[in-house]
């Protein structure tokens, strides 16, 4: 394949923006203390200089340059026009220039429905006992920052600092994030924003402090304390706690508010990394995400890949574009790439109307003023005169009309705005209650429970459709919602979320993406007490607040990312990722197969190898280990040269004289190209970290028109660490166009443990 190292934006001259000139490793890679003198960092920032100076002159380079990346990666951003970027890009020391492109966020009881807790309780599970509640660990978020005042970061009853905690806590005051020994670390990046057109001057750029929210809520589940009499709204009260509350945590505050559509800009997020990688964490967790793209043109992918490199486990979301296909994000192999699903837990709030039907929905918002039907119409019926029907039933801003809204109950579809923002506009009409609609596309499998600003409630699909028409057949229809009660043990669950990224990977369809699903709708977790500095934000204050997403669901991974690497400190980052997957499972709680938010079955593309099973991952049997070189033998089949590769891991790496993508030592199965009558060999290896001597045996399902052999199909293991190869055949059945992709697997198994590997493949015509 041909890669252009450089990223053409549409061709426009003499107009400068931001760059991010990546050259790799430094030769040190973070191995000595070189980078701590200060010398050091000043010689490698002089370097930088340097080779911008040649192209620019040294004054204009000074001028142009913002970030010099000192310690892991080794690279700067400047402000450059597309010829320059064009020519920097042909230095031989240049691994690839690309546009600091920004990026947008993904956006408790959790933890007991994933076993991790009994009842509810705080009685621990076998993973939190034998990971000490993930004490020892160090997770770090890229994200909005923290809230440090919250209790889910009090540090009473921790002792000193890790020792290999090498990080800081930028601007150290009461106005900025005052750190603990708990919240240890917490750092602001902001040059990237600025340079887009961010407003410096905002007292929010000058600390890791959070005034958004969602960087404290993804901190807090990934490692939060325990804190009983959590309540939102006092609908919700309980024990919140994060994956690891025990763990010790970090902020890299990378996020800022929206400019033109973006919140995170790339070279801010490889500053964040350069940083955590210093610093000593375990975990890195990355709630953020854009379009797909070639590894050496996406910052996440580079920083990951650095990490990794580290032994640092890097967890990101899948992305809140679904339910389309191909819309996945964060598809670097490297990094774990997380969907989302819904618990078994509901805050129910029903719709009942004049005619005894009962709509089942879910809020958190409060009682109706008097318990009585209220008058119910489309937001349609109550438009304002200059609005669209369309508009109105959106219930978009200045859509409504106040006489007509007062004091009814108003029937929104969802789309196009935020769903809170729905309420307040009905609110502002004066409207009594809401009842909002998923349309086709949202489904009836997903609702969220949201603060709303007036009583309220989400209904599904269906109930919608039946919802209108019971509003269009009576002549003075009439509806009650019922204050929001808190169902736990709801069937089915998990079911996918409608917003929830879908496969298959557009970079790489080789390497199934997303590769796990964890809870993600409907999330309690610590958050803002910030006022907002926009008149038309909400103006609540929530000490914990309830959001989705696949933001929400990839800390959950996050910290069980955290309980592994305390049990297992030597396991390698892909070691922990194949626990986590080859033992997550493909049925929900009324053992049928997951669905999706039309409640149809869901398939890999969708949930990944399955729903997280945190304690099963602590005994996976099987793991398919990757080491950096396998990684490089990955890049060496997606056609980067050797003169690249050397640069990006900073010592010589000879390709293999076959090297194939297909032959990724990845725990998932995926060929997007089986032609029919043909067959295609794909080998896989397993390290046995069970029991020893062993023997497993595999089980396999095939996908409908795919024969699957494997061969051997026994393993014996004489000892601990053994690995052994095995090779898995595909051979179409019968030569024939598919309408899609079909699905299977294969199971090693010794009768204890279950080894699952998904397979995804495409059948064309020979």
Not at 294 to 311: L, M, P, T, W
């Given at each position: 394949m041909v890669l252009f190292m450089f990223q053409i934006p549409n061709r426009v001259q003499g107009i400068q923006r931001n760059y991010i000139v990546y050259l790799g490793s430094h030769s040190h890679d973070g191995k000595s203390s070189l980078p701590d003198d200060s010398y050091s960092v000043q010689a490698i920032?002089?370097?930088?200089?340097?080779?911008?100076?040649?192209?620019?002159?040294?004054?204009?380079?000074?001028?142009?340059?913002?970030?010099?990346?000192?310690?892991?990666?080794?690279?700067?951003?400047?402000?450059?026009?597309?010829?320059?970027?064009?020519?920097?890009?042909?230095?031989?020391?240049?691994?690839?220039?690309?546009?600091?492109?920004?990026?947008?966020?993904?956006?408790?009881?959790?933890?007991?429905?994933?076993?991790?807790?009994?009842?509810?309780?705080?009685?621990?599970?076998?993973?939190?006992?034998?990971?000490?509640?993930?004490?020892?660990?160090?997770?770090?978020?890229?994200?909005?920052?923290?809230?440090?005042?919250?209790?889910?970061?009090?540090?009473?009853?921790?002792?000193?600092?890790?020792?290999?905690?090498?990080?800081?806590?930028?601007?150290?005051?009461?106005?900025?994030?005052?750190?603990?020994?708990?919240?240890?670390?917490?750092?602001?990046?902001?040059?990237?924003?600025?340079?887009?057109?961010?407003?410096?001057?905002?007292?929010?750029?000058?600390?890791?402090?959070?005034?958004?929210?969602?960087?404290?809520?993804?901190?807090?589940?990934?490692?939060?304390?325990?804190?009983?009499?959590?309540?939102?709204?006092?609908?919700?009260?309980?024990?919140?706690?994060?994956?690891?509350?025990?763990?010790?945590?970090?902020?890299?505050?990378?996020?800022?508010?929206?400019?033109?559509?973006?919140?995170?800009?790339?070279?801010?997020?490889?500053?964040?990394?350069?940083?955590?990688?210093?610093?000593?964490?375990?975990?890195?967790?990355?709630?953020?995400?854009?379009?797909?793209?070639?590894?050496?043109?996406?910052?996440?992918?580079?920083?990951?890949?650095?990490?990794?490199?580290?032994?640092?486990?890097?967890?990101?979301?899948?992305?809140?574009?679904?339910?389309?296909?191909?819309?996945?994000?964060?598809?670097?192999?490297?990094?774990?790439?997380?969907?989302?699903?819904?618990?078994?837990?509901?805050?129910?709030?029903?719709?009942?109307?004049?005619?005894?039907?009962?709509?089942?929905?879910?809020?958190?918002?409060?009682?109706?003023?008097?318990?009585?039907?209220?008058?119910?119409?489309?937001?349609?019926?109550?438009?304002?005169?200059?609005?669209?029907?369309?508009?109105?039933?959106?219930?978009?801003?200045?859509?409504?009309?106040?006489?007509?809204?007062?004091?009814?109950?108003?029937?929104?579809?969802?789309?196009?705005?935020?769903?809170?923002?729905?309420?307040?506009?009905?609110?502002?009409?004066?409207?009594?209650?809401?009842?909002?609609?998923?349309?086709?596309?949202?489904?009836?499998?997903?609702?969220?429970?949201?603060?709303?600003?007036?009583p309220a409630t989400q209904i599904g699909y269906r109930d919608g459709v039946a919802l209108f028409r019971y509003i269009s057949s009576t002549k003075h229809p009439k509806a009650y919602i019922t204050p929001s009660t808190s169902m736990v043990n709801v069937k089915p669950a998990p079911v996918m979320a409608d917003f929830s990224s879908k496969g298959p990977n557009t970079i790489a369809p080789y390497v199934l993406k997303p590769d796990i699903t964890a809870p993600g709708v409907n999330i309690i977790a610590a958050y803002t007490e910030a006022k907002p500095t926009d008149p038309s934000e909400d103006p609540r204050k929530f000490p914990y607040n309830i959001l989705s997403g696949t933001s929400m669901s990839c800390p959950h991974v996050s910290g069980v990312f955290g309980l592994l690497r305390a049990v297992y400190p030597h396991w390698s980052p892909s070691a922990i990722r194949s626990a986590i997957m080859t033992t997550a499972r493909t049925r929900d709680n009324a053992r049928n197969p997951i669905l999706d938010s039309t409640l149809e079955k869901a398939t890999p593309f969708s949930y990944g190898s399955g729903h997280i099973r945190p304690n099963r991952a602590m005994d996976p049997g099987l793991v398919y280990d990757l080491s950096v070189s396998d990684y490089l033998d990955f890049l060496c089949a997606r056609g980067y040269n050797k003169t690249l590769l050397k640069l990006f891991s900073d010592a010589p790496h000879e390709c293999p004289k076959h090297a194939r993508i297909m032959d990724l030592n990845y725990p998932s199965i995926a060929v997007p190209k089986l032609k029919g009558g043909s067959s295609i060999t794909m080998t896989r290896k397993v390290k046995n970290v069970g029991k020893s001597p062993a023997r497993y045996a595999v089980r396999i399902k095939e996908p409908k028109g795919v024969s699957v052999s494997v061969k051997p199909n026994v393993l014996k293991f004489n000892k601990l660490g053994e690995e052994k190869k095995f090779k898995v055949i595909l051979k179409a059945k019968w030569n024939g166009t598919a309408d899609d992709y079909v699905f299977g697997g294969i199971t090693w198994t010794d009768g204890i443990h279950y080894v699952r590997s998904p397979i995804a493949v495409y059948v064309v015509t020979a």
């Amino acid at each position: 394949m041909v890669l252009f190292m450089f990223q053409i934006p549409n061709r426009v001259q003499g107009i400068q923006r931001n760059y991010i000139v990546y050259l790799g490793s430094h030769s040190h890679d973070g191995k000595s203390s070189l980078p701590d003198d200060s010398y050091s960092v000043q010689a490698i920032t002089e370097s930088h200089h340097n080779l911008l100076g040649s192209f620019l002159g040294s004054e204009k380079a000074r001028e142009a340059i913002g970030y010099s990346y000192t310690w892991n990666i080794n690279g700067f951003t400047a402000k450059l026009d597309e010829a320059e970027a064009a020519e920097i890009a042909k230095h031989p020391d240049v691994v690839s220039v690309f546009l600091d492109r920004g990026r947008k966020l993904h956006t408790t009881r959790s933890w007991d429905y994933l076993s991790l807790e009994k009842n509810g309780a705080g009685h621990p599970g076998p993973l939190w006992k034998a990971a000490k509640f993930g004490e020892g660990t160090i997770i770090a978020t890229l994200d909005t920052g923290v809230w440090p005042e919250s209790k889910s970061f009090d540090d009473e009853g921790y002792g000193p600092v890790p020792s290999k905690w090498k990080g800081i806590c930028q601007n150290n005051t009461k106005a900025g994030v005052p750190c603990n020994r708990k919240l240890i670390g917490a750092r602001f990046f902001s040059k990237g924003y600025t340079q887009a057109g961010g407003n410096p001057t905002n007292q929010s750029f000058l600390s890791a402090r959070d005034s958004e929210g969602h960087g404290t809520h993804t901190l807090s589940t990934a490692g939060g304390n325990f804190v009983p009499q959590a309540k939102i709204l006092g609908a919700v009260k309980g024990t919140a706690k994060g994956g690891a509350p025990r763990a010790r945590v970090a902020a890299y505050k990378v996020c800022w508010p929206p400019v033109n559509e973006s919140e995170c800009f790339d070279s801010d997020i490889l500053a964040a990394f350069d940083a955590a990688i210093h610093d000593g964490v375990d975990v890195i967790s990355v709630s953020l995400g854009g379009s797909a793209d070639e590894y050496f043109q996406d910052a996440v992918a580079i920083g990951s890949f650095h990490a990794v490199k580290k032994g640092i486990l890097v967890s990101c979301s899948a992305g809140n574009s679904g339910p389309l296909p191909g819309t996945v994000s964060n598809l670097a192999p490297w990094i774990t790439t997380v969907a989302a699903s819904t618990l078994d837990r509901k805050f129910v709030a029903s719709v009942q109307l004049d005619n005894g039907l009962i709509l089942k929905g879910e809020s958190l918002s409060g009682p109706l003023p008097q318990n009585k039907t209220y008058p119910l119409l489309s937001a349609a019926q109550a438009r304002a005169a200059h609005a669209t029907v369309k508009d109105a039933l959106l219930c978009k801003p200045k859509t409504l009309d106040p006489k007509k809204a007062k004091g009814k109950i108003l029937a929104c579809l969802r789309g196009d705005i935020g769903r809170v923002e729905k309420g307040k506009i009905a609110a502002m009409a004066g409207a009594s209650g809401m009842i909002l609609c998923n349309d086709k596309i949202n489904g009836d499998g997903d609702l969220t429970a949201d603060p709303h600003f007036l009583p309220a409630t989400q209904i599904g699909y269906r109930d919608g459709v039946a919802l209108f028409r019971y509003i269009s057949s009576t002549k003075h229809p009439k509806a009650y919602i019922t204050p929001s009660t808190s169902m736990v043990n709801v069937k089915p669950a998990p079911v996918m979320a409608d917003f929830s990224s879908k496969g298959p990977n557009t970079i790489a369809p080789y390497v199934l993406k997303p590769d796990i699903t964890a809870p993600g709708v409907n999330i309690i977790a610590a958050y803002t007490e910030a006022k907002p500095t926009d008149p038309s934000e909400d103006p609540r204050k929530f000490p914990y607040n309830i959001l989705s997403g696949t933001s929400m669901s990839c800390p959950h991974v996050s910290g069980v990312f955290g309980l592994l690497r305390a049990v297992y400190p030597h396991w390698s980052p892909s070691a922990i990722r194949s626990a986590i997957m080859t033992t997550a499972r493909t049925r929900d709680n009324a053992r049928n197969p997951i669905l999706d938010s039309t409640l149809e079955k869901a398939t890999p593309f969708s949930y990944g190898s399955g729903h997280i099973r945190p304690n099963r991952a602590m005994d996976p049997g099987l793991v398919y280990d990757l080491s950096v070189s396998d990684y490089l033998d990955f890049l060496c089949a997606r056609g980067y040269n050797k003169t690249l590769l050397k640069l990006f891991s900073d010592a010589p790496h000879e390709c293999p004289k076959h090297a194939r993508i297909m032959d990724l030592n990845y725990p998932s199965i995926a060929v997007p190209k089986l032609k029919g009558g043909s067959s295609i060999t794909m080998t896989r290896k397993v390290k046995n970290v069970g029991k020893s001597p062993a023997r497993y045996a595999v089980r396999i399902k095939e996908p409908k028109g795919v024969s699957v052999s494997v061969k051997p199909n026994v393993l014996k293991f004489n000892k601990l660490g053994e690995e052994k190869k095995f090779k898995v055949i595909l051979k179409a059945k019968w030569n024939g166009t598919a309408d899609d992709y079909v699905f299977g697997g294969i199971t090693w198994t010794d009768g204890i443990h279950y080894v699952r590997s998904p397979i995804a493949v495409y059948v064309v015509t020979a």
